[in-house]
């Protein structure tokens, strides 16, 4: 079964800086479109960047040049490479994949910014 393994995410400092890894399986493509989204606690699950198989990359507003999206092709792994956290970073980030069965979400790696 196809699979998203995401890693990198722990405990931060307010203004610190992570590095999330979305490593794919096999069958998955990266080269099709990519993406993170987060679920802070009670809240639902947003969008936070998009990496298209064509086009630009596409980030969400609160993210104002924060955060990165980029892939390692030879590698089939996705990174979101995040800095000046703050504590609304908080959350519980998740890689997504657009394949042909459909979209496959990783199991999420938690995030959590704080003194």
Not at 19 to 43: D, E, F, H
Not at 86 to 106: F, H, K, L
């Amino acid at each position: 079964q196809e699979h998203l393994v995401e890693s990198g995410g722990g405990l931060v400092q307010p203004g610190g800086s992570l590095k999330l890894s979305c490593a794919a399986s096999a069958r998955i493509s990266i080269v099709n479109t990519m993406a993170w989204y987060r679920q802070a606690p009670g809240k639902e699950r947003e969008f936070v960047a998009a990496m298209p198989s064509g086009g630009n990359v596409r980030y969400a507003d609160f993210v104002e040049g924060r955060f990165t999206i980029s892939r390692n092709i030879a590698k089939n792994t996705v990174y979101l490479e995040m800095n000046s956290l703050n504590a609304e970073d908080t959350a519980v980030y998740y890689c997504r994949a657009t394949t042909p069965w459909g979209m496959i979400w990783g199991q999420g790696t938690q995030v959590t910014v704080s003194s």
